[in-house]
């Protein structure tokens, strides 16, 4: 196991952190409980195969993960760091420091290494977290009185405004997306890092995306065995990047990571340059297609063009067909929230003249559904 220094705590934590986010989960009565016979000898084994970085929230494995986490540590807690969230619901640092006690009470044990704030956006921080009486009080509070080692933010926002959360100055460590497909946040990431912060990253997979086969990105690097080794490699490569936390419901996908996360260096800088020149110019060509400005929108019969377009992109740039399909037919089972997937298009053509790319996109969608619709199998 590769072992990185956390920003200025100087804490050594693995590369590859356990997100205990997808544990297994078996059929219960009405509902799902988590399997605990499977979920916690899956977190033994992630100990033992060097992983110290273990992060939970309140919400995770339908409420369940904290206190199964909580178990599976008992007698091993000094040696690892435990990690989870609370949300910002208000702008109450009693409310706050409720659901701190109650996160606690969950995990059996008096104290947590890295809180976050979690979720939050530049609005949320100004709001709700730093304001009188609020979180931020409630949080240096329970630090004094040693209930959390340190305070950390996971961010979910446009990528210019993490900025002026990290120069508060308030926080530890920051939890961030970033991946081979979404590499919005690395100016971020630099950022942070050189304010002596430490960078956890989640999703480094992609959200599963890059779990599926794609040659031509796991053939960016002739010896990487599949995408989702390339996707964990290019994230460990980082030298911003402290811990590639990856959600792992299984051992077989637990090994796999581990032995990737114990490869000296993960990719040289050379590859890593090579690797992110070669994005960038996929990512040209799938913008000179669609840059996702959403302008065409809304569409009367609530077509979703710009997500249509990206999946599209994701095929025919990234090689991720299945994926893609797999999206596209979702878009078709009727969560009207996300939008419709091209097949129902009735070809009005408002959206056309709307948009900056001059992209014909009645025939796009056409082309779309062809590549991705029933029609392609
Ligand atoms: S042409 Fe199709 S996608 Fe565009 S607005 Fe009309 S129905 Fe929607
Ligand atoms: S207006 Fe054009 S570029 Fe913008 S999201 Fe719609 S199709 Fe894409």
Redesign the pocket.
Known sequence: MIYKTLGKTGIQVSALGFGAMRLPMIERGNGKIVDEDKAIPLIHRALDLGINYVDTAPGYCDRQSEAVVGKAIKGRRDSIYLSTKNPIEDASGDNWRRRLENSLTQLDTDYIDFYHMWGINLHTFENKVDVPGGPMEAAWRAKDEGLIRHISFSFHDEPGNIFKIIDSGYFETVLLQYNLLDQSLTAGMEHAYNKGMGVVVMGPVGGGRLGAPSEAIRSMLGHVRSTAEMALRFVIANPYATVALSGMSDLTMLEENAAVASIPGGLTEEERIRVADMLEENKRLADLYCTGCNY?MP???D?N?PRVFQLMNYSRVYGLHDYAKQEYRKLADGDIKNGRN?D?????????EKCPQDIH??HQ?RETSAALGVAAG
């Open positions: 065409c569409c009367p019969v077509v063009i091209a129902v298009c009735v070809e009005c053509g408002s959206c056309e996109i009645i969608l």
